[in-house]
């Protein structure tokens, strides 16, 4: 007698979520004038003149990097960039007359993480949320070459531009996260993290100038069941058959699940069938390993309510370590139920739906 088919449905609850809005950073000089903004963030250190020649450092259109809600898609990152145009970095001098503008070879960006001197985080940004930080990686390239910054270790040298515009000196900034670090740390929150990006000139005069920028994300509720494999049950005259397996129960977001299931062949019963003929059979879950047998097992209902019990407790790894699987499934069915049958091979597709509780 075969039972087969164990399938899984994969249940994901939603959230609103929260987009946060670009900081406003004030468009001035060192003389607190409005420099060439355009409409848009900007910095200058206009310097001083020295040699009859005045030094100049702009930075300009530093967006915020908001990546919306995040859906699962298998990669191994996620990685984004602001959807307007790419940012401004330049440094150049130019004599005083006449004016011959000349690219500087000594421009170096860094980026600074506010609020935190030992790495480059986004923290939960709900009011009251105690949710743990997830590592950020933030990245710069330059619009016009394969070039790459990487800010890991909190700064790195610009190859200047090929003239004083922003023509060759265009970047846009990323941001990413690994998706191992999501699943394993992130809860069903907005997170963000706000940051600066500083240009400088490395040689005298050594001028600066910075602007800050916020990164956000948002994950919803989900859960995932996985490990579960196909079932076959193996029948002796005058006893009752069962089988049992561990699998694996993960969430983002919550704490409590509740299992329910559905049978292909059933009405208010699970049934396995075989040319209309059925055989009734019984479902159980609970808690894996050393959980089994101490009240926290319970009976499901073919088409019911989910059903929970206070002591399951969701994995905080994915697909939960090999042999470390939270959950146990029960399958029997009762000698009294196969007496009598014909011969022949029973099966039943068994729908399992966990759900937040």
């Given at each position: 007698?075969?039972?087969?088919?164990?399938?899984?449905?994969?249940?994901?609850?939603?959230?609103?979520?929260?987009a946060?809005?670009r900081?406003?950073?004030?468009?001035?000089?060192?003389?607190?004038?409005?420099?060439?903004?355009?409409?848009?963030?900007?910095?200058?250190?206009?310097?001083?003149?020295?040699?009859?020649?005045?030094?100049?450092?702009?930075?300009?259109?530093?967006?915020?990097?908001e990546?919306?809600?995040w859906?699962?898609?298998?990669?191994?990152?996620?990685?984004?960039?602001?959807?307007?145009?790419?940012?401004?970095l330049?440094?150049?001098?130019?004599?005083?007359?006449p004016?011959?503008?000349?690219?500087?070879?000594?421009?170096?960006?860094?980026?600074?993480?506010?609020?935190?001197?030992?790495?480059?985080?986004?923290?939960?940004?709900?009011?009251?949320?105690?949710?743990?930080?997830?590592?950020?990686?933030?990245?710069?390239?330059?619009?016009?070459?394969?070039?790459?910054?990487?800010?890991?270790?909190?700064?790195?040298?610009?190859?200047?531009?090929?003239?004083?515009?922003?023509?060759?000196?265009?970047?846009?900034i990323?941001?990413?996260?690994?998706?191992?670090?999501?699943?394993r740390?992130?809860?069903?929150?907005?997170?963000?993290?706000?940051?600066?990006?500083?240009?400088?000139?490395?040689?005298?005069?050594?001028?600066?100038?910075?602007?800050?920028?916020?990164?956000?994300?948002?994950?919803q509720?989900?859960?995932?069941?996985?490990?579960?494999?196909?079932?076959?049950?193996?029948?002796?005259?005058?006893?009752?058959?069962?089988?049992?397996?561990?699998?694996?129960?993960y969430?983002?977001?919550?704490?409590?699940?509740?299992?329910?299931?559905?049978?292909?062949?059933?009405?208010?019963?699970?049934?396995?069938?075989s040319?209309g003929?059925?055989?009734?059979?019984?479902?159980?879950?609970?808690?894996?390993?050393?959980?089994?047998?101490?009240?926290?097992?319970?009976?499901?209902?073919?088409?019911?309510?989910s059903?929970?019990?206070?002591?399951?407790?969701?994995s905080?790894?994915?697909?939960?370590?090999?042999?470390?699987?939270?959950?146990?499934?029960?399958?029997?069915?009762?000698?009294?139920?196969i007496?009598?049958?014909?011969?022949?091979?029973?099966?039943?597709?068994?729908?399992?739906?966990?759900?937040?509780?």
């Amino acid at each position: 007698m075969l039972l087969r088919n164990l399938t899984l449905l994969f249940l994901f609850a939603l959230q609103a979520s929260h987009a946060y809005g670009r900081l406003d950073t004030q468009c001035i000089n060192d003389a607190g004038v409005f420099a060439d903004c355009d409409s848009q963030t900007i910095d200058v250190d206009p310097g001083p003149v020295i040699e009859n020649r005045d030094f100049d450092i702009k930075l300009k259109r530093v967006y915020d990097l908001e990546f919306g809600q995040w859906a699962d898609d298998g990669q191994t990152a996620v990685r984004w960039r602001t959807s307007r145009g790419p940012l401004c970095l330049l440094s150049f001098n130019e004599r005083s007359l006449p004016s011959r503008p000349q690219v500087d070879r000594v421009l170096e960006a860094s980026v600074v993480s506010l609020g935190s001197a030992d790495g480059v985080f986004l923290v939960p940004a709900d009011e009251g949320s105690t949710g743990p930080a997830i590592p950020v990686s933030i990245t710069m390239e330059r619009t016009t070459t394969d070039e790459v910054i990487d800010f890991s270790n909190r700064e790195s040298d610009v190859l200047p531009g090929r003239g004083t515009t922003c023509a060759g000196s265009s970047f846009y900034i990323y941001a990413s996260l690994l998706r191992s670090d999501i699943l394993r740390l992130a809860k069903a929150e907005n997170y963000r993290g706000t940051f600066t990006l500083r240009g400088q000139r490395r040689e005298a005069p050594h001028l600066a100038v910075e602007v800050p920028f916020v990164v956000s994300i948002s994950f919803q509720p989900r859960i995932q069941i996985s490990g579960l494999e196909d079932v076959t049950l193996e029948v002796q005259a005058g006893q009752n058959v069962k089988s049992d397996q561990n699998f694996c129960v993960y969430t983002i977001g919550a704490d409590r699940f509740g299992i329910k299931a559905n049978s292909a062949n059933g009405d208010g019963e699970f049934l396995l069938g075989s040319s209309g003929t059925t055989i009734p059979y019984q479902v159980s879950v609970g808690r894996a390993g050393n959980g089994q047998g101490q009240g926290n097992r319970r009976s499901l209902t073919e088409g019911a309510d989910s059903v929970s019990q206070n002591s399951w407790r969701v994995s905080d790894s994915q697909l939960c370590a090999s042999g470390q699987e939270n959950m146990n499934i029960d399958i029997s069915v009762l000698a009294e139920d196969i007496a009598g049958k014909a011969a022949g091979s029973y099966q039943d597709v068994l729908e399992l739906i966990v759900e937040p509780s």
